[in-house]
């Protein structure tokens, strides 16, 4: 099978409103990073499926012979691109030897990549020989949407090597963007690599590494909200590890124990949500004003407490809220919580010395901290000129 090479990209995410409410069908508001994921796809002709993850520290190989033993005798459709094959999954645990309910960070990446490569090739009517590398901006498995960007790069970058979507690089650009239609496709396996390292993903962080931007995300409804404002966000990790699957299923325990009691929080997340949504169409139809920023800053507390309520904040994010309330400033946890990272708002009036200070103090608590652009373009493919040097030069390495 004559499979094309390709360099695909997608960027990580911030949550401003809705983490774990999301999940059970409430609104969320987020927002694509300037941190990408890079992916390589290289053929072989080594009879071999090479994964390089340089990230996670994790370097493996299987002969395409054994993976063929995975497939269906009788050429049955192998994972639905709409639901998971549970079946599938079981197979691929037994076949790298990893426990079902196993959190190991190079297990979930190395099933989430066998499963897409599987489903996308076998149905494509063969499976290639192959090298895939990959290597992140982002911090792994610290809020920042590490595991969608990796799943959209692999559905990506596997639909485009079986020629199951078309490339959209022409000779005049050196990056270009799927159409409406194979974003669509690749958002939803991607959304089936979540699954499989998430356990039940609401698919807010596909969209996002998907279609990049500002993005509403209600029950798998996406809306790209066009008209936005120049948000100037802080983001900090406070380098606590913890799991996104884990924090889910703590949040569903919660609800099943105190329906009456978390199911109204909830509800109350879904409105400080839609008051933030209202509040940033206002601020980018007019002038924004200090009352909007001080509304933003007043949802940003109420949820973080809310955050609290269900179960997934930490210690260390109490100290990012309290330290950067010294200066001004409000803060949240982003993503799953339970530690990994948080988001400040800066307002236009923040003076850079109170920016800088607050950066220095957050260091000091041990934290990592830095200004981030928000908005960034969704999955893209890429021609080696448009990689930066030094992201090529890790993906070659291997
Ligand atoms: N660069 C990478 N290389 C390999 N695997 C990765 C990479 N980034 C993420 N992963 C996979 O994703 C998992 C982390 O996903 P998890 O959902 O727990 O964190 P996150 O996506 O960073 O945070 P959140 O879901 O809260 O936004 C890792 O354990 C690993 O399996
Ligand atoms: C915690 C959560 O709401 C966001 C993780 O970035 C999980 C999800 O939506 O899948
Ligand atoms: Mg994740």
Known sequence: MQIKECIVSAPGKAILHGEHAVVHGKVALAVSLNLRTYLRLQATSTSKVCINLPNINTFLSWDVTALKQLLPDSGAELGNVNELDAELVRMLRNFVGVSNGTLDTRSMAILAFLYIYLCVFAKSGELPSLT??????????AGLGSSAAYSVCLAAAMLSASGTIPSPLSDQENTA???????????????????????????VDNAVGTWGGILRYHSGKITALSRVPMLRILLTNTKVPRSTKVLVAGVKDKM???????????????????????TITEMASDTPTPEHYNVLEELIDINQHHLNVIGVGHPTLDTLCRVTLARGLHSKLTGAGGGGCGITLLRPETEFSVVQNTIQDLRDCGYDCWETSIGAAGVQQHSPLAVKEEVLEVLARY
């Open 132 to 141: 895939v590398s990959v290597w992140s901006e982002l911090p792994t498995g």
């Open 177 to 203: 963007r799927w159409d409406e239609v194979e974003m669509e496709l690749i958002n939803r396996w991607a959304f089936q690599g979540e699954r499989i390292i998430h356990g039940n993903p609401s698919g």
């Open 256 to 278: 099943n124990k105190f329906p009456s009691i978390i199911n109204p929080v909830l509800e109350s997340v879904d409105a400080v949500s839609c008051a933030c949504e209202q």
